[in-house]
């Protein structure tokens, strides 16, 4: 069953340093996903991208978060100045369509876990 | 804004028995609702999605329903057993963004 993959699984990092998380989502999906979950907490939409652009974001995806979509088939999260508080885990996700025409399923990856210490 | 509530104490059942989880959502009756699983350190997994105008929907042991007169799902495993074990979580969209509840975890004992 095709799946969405991320790397890394988990990545600890200093303060106010640099992150790429990387993700592969399923080949034929058009739409993609940025998720967070803070330990014991609830799952938190960041963003959403279609057609190389954002077409969603969240309140907490400022202006530290980026996406990107470098080539064909990877689709990467960058948060540009780490904070304790970015602490989490990530997930990656895509869809065949827009989720909210169709309530289409979207298809999560294993997350990768981001320590800021 | 749109709010979802769980109950966030554990749900113990035993093996065999049908195990049923709620999910309370405050505002706008949403144009769909999604149910997922998430076990320890993993993405969730999706289970079931209930449109608006469904009344009920079935997937093997696995049963949701929907009222909007009541802003409620209830989601029902029927037949129980230990693998069942995980955190089961409710999704609903608001505003082309999918937002979720805190999960109910749920303990099937042998």
């Known amino acids: 069953e095709p799946e969405v993959t991320q790397t890394p699984s988990h990545q600890v990092t200093q303060m106010g340093q640099e992150v790429i998380l990387r993700c592969v989502p399923i080949s034929n999906h058009l739409y993609f996903y940025w998720y967070r979950q803070i330990l014991g907490q609830k799952v938190e939409f960041l963003v959403s991208?279609?057609?190389?652009?954002?077409?969603?974001k969240s309140e907490i995806f400022d202006d530290q978060f980026s996406v990107e979509r470098p080539d064909g088939s990877n689709f990467t999260l960058k948060i540009r100045s780490t904070k304790l508080e970015d602490s989490a885990m990530y997930f990656c996700?895509?869809?065949?369509?827009?989720?909210?025409?169709?309530?289409?399923?979207?298809?999560f990856g294993e997350g990768s876990w981001l320590t800021v210490v | 804004s749109q709010k979802i509530e769980q109950n966030s104490e554990a749900l113990n059942i035993q093996e065999g028995k049908t195990a049923t989880l709620t999910c309370n959502y405050t505002n706008y009756s949403p144009a769909y609702l999604q149910w997922y699983r998430q076990d320890p350190g993993r993405g969730p997994v999706f289970l079931l999605l209930i449109r608006e105008n469904e009344k009920e929907k079935r997937k093997e042991r696995l049963k949701v329903t929907f009222d909007t007169t009541l802003k409620q799902s209830l989601f029902h495993i029927t037949a129980s057993q230990p693998a069942d074990s995980a955190t089961y979580l409710c999704a609903l969209e608001s505003n082309y963004q999918l937002i979720w509840g805190a999960g109910t975890k749920l303990i099937i004992k042998p």
């Open positions: 991208f279609y057609n190389n652009e954002i077409s969603e």
């Open positions: 996700a895509s869809s065949e369509t827009v989720l909210p025409s169709s309530g289409n399923t979207i298809y």
